[in-house]
């Protein structure tokens, strides 16, 4: 179970992929002074390369209103198998990696930006190859091609915001790529934003556009990017709680040297014992709060069992030898452990005022496949414990 806090988007519009027109959702008036990002549902599992042979292009449209003006937003993809691709990776004593030879195929990448009257402002093609920098040349080349999905327009970030995911075919070896892309077909970013085998991170787009957070670090309009690493740490989780606040989750102790993953630095005490999960305030990089939590878990990568209830503007995160730790997003500082020894139980369903969250980790924790938590909506504190059928 991957959780992902949902951020409220000020504009949705519909999309097009491979001509078919999405219904467009109703939503909440903005004020017309404020710079929000354009939320695009994802495109349909179907688009994406392994389902796609015998084809090979997909492609997305939709329109945006920028500064006034509206413009219509293209982009596809194209997997060309007349151009195969080979990159070999030499043996590294160091990490015992015996070297390997990653096969594939060229990938295109194309956006266009016009006008209003159809006049092209900007465009740009990108192959494979641009985005090595970002998920390495052995994942790019034996990657399928993914139709990128557009997490909005932030003027104050200065662009349109992509995130453009590899994934090599029958695995679940897989990378994303963070792009921004001026309207003018320049671009101002490309990085990575997440991949397999590591934290569990999101890659988000805040609702005023002034925040993006990626693998690596937070970035902010018109300041210095906040780093997420952390000396004689590894990071196991962050989150974009809200437009001001992150939640950013450290194992310490476990420090991986470059270029080998040994040695490994054990914990002291006195470090399993200090806090580790941290809350930020992204506009001033400043601590809001802070607690201990361990109770993030390894499959394929690190998955932070937590969810976010809207009613009570509170996220939970649960550990099983600790409890539900309770984090009320207007008062971070004010976060607590509930033990479930103090939780009632019952086999009932939720009440009128209750909200079930399905913490599980599946193939993982076995006592959290078979219970979940019942929140009380109106006191986000009272919690209860709904036991399951085995």
């Given at each position: 179970m991957r959780s992902i806090l949902p951020i409220a988007w000020g504009v949705v519009l519909g999309i097009t992929a491979c001509g078919q027109r999405q219904p467009t959702a109703a939503v909440p008036s903005v004020?017309?002074?404020?710079?929000?990002?354009?939320?695009?549902?994802?495109?349909?599992?179907?688009?994406?390369?392994?389902q796609l042979y015998g084809i090979f292009t997909a492609a997305a449209d939709t329109t945006l209103q920028v500064s006034g003006r509206t413009y219509r937003l293209s982009w596809q993809v194209h997997l060309d198998t007349l151009q195969p691709r080979t990159h070999i990776t030499l043996p590294d004593p160091a990490t015992y990696f015996p070297g390997d030879t990653s096969r594939g195929f060229q990938g295109y990448y194309k956006f266009e930006v016009s006008d209003s009257l159809g006049h092209r402002v900007g465009a740009h093609t990108f192959t494979?190859?641009?985005?090595?920098?970002?998920?390495?040349?052995?994942?790019?080349?034996?990657?399928?091609?993914?139709?990128?999905?557009?997490?909005?327009y932030s003027e104050p970030l200065g662009g349109l915001v992509f995130t453009v995911t590899f994934n090599a075919?029958?695995?679940?070896?897989?990378?994303?790529?963070?792009?921004?892309?001026?309207?003018?077909?320049?671009?101002?970013?490309?990085?990575?934003?997440?991949?397999?085998?590591?934290?569990?991170?999101?890659?988000?787009?805040?609702?005023?556009?002034?925040?993006?957070?990626?693998?690596?670090?937070?970035?902010?309009a018109g300041q210095v990017p906040i780093p997420l690493r952390r000396m004689g740490a590894e990071l196991r989780g962050a989150t974009l709680l809200n437009d001001t606040l992150a939640l950013l989750i450290y194992e310490p102790g476990i420090l991986r040297t470059p270029p080998s993953e040994m040695p490994y630095v054990e914990a002291t005490a006195t470090q399993l014992r200090q806090p580790n999960a941290f809350v930020l305030d992204v506009r001033s990089n400043q601590e809001i709060s802070?607690?201990?939590?361990?109770?993030?878990?390894?499959?394929?990568?690190?998955?932070?069992?937590?969810?976010?209830?809207?009613?009570?503007?509170?996220?939970?995160?649960?550990?099983?030898?600790?409890?539900?730790?309770?984090?009320?997003?207007?008062?971070?500082?004010?976060g607590r452990w509930l033990s479930l020894a103090f939780m009632h139980g019952t086999s009932s369903p939720p009440t009128a005022n209750e909200v079930s969250l399905n913490l599980s980790v599946p193939g993982v924790t076995e006592s959290s496949q078979e219970r979940r938590f019942l929140v009380d909506t109106v006191h986000a504190t009272r919690v209860r414990i709904q036991l399951l059928k085995k």
């Open positions: 004020p017309p002074a404020a710079t929000l990002p354009v939320s695009i549902p994802k495109p349909p599992a179907q688009l994406t390369a392994s494979k190859a641009d985005f090595y920098p970002a998920v390495g040349p052995e994942l790019a080349i034996s990657s399928e091609v993914e139709l990128p999905h557009l997490l909005g075919p029958g695995t679940d070896w897989y990378g994303q790529a963070v792009l921004i892309l001026t309207l003018s077909g320049q671009v101002r970013y490309l990085g990575l934003g997440a991949e397999s085998d590591g934290p569990e991170i999101t890659v988000a787009l805040a609702s005023n556009g002034q925040t993006l957070l990626t693998k690596k670090e937070i970035k902010r802070h607690f201990r939590y361990d109770g993030f878990q390894y499959v394929i990568g690190y998955i932070i069992p937590m969810q976010l209830v809207p009613q009570t503007q509170a996220v939970y995160l649960t550990d099983d030898d600790k409890g539900l730790y309770v984090l009320p997003l207007r008062k971070p500082a004010t």
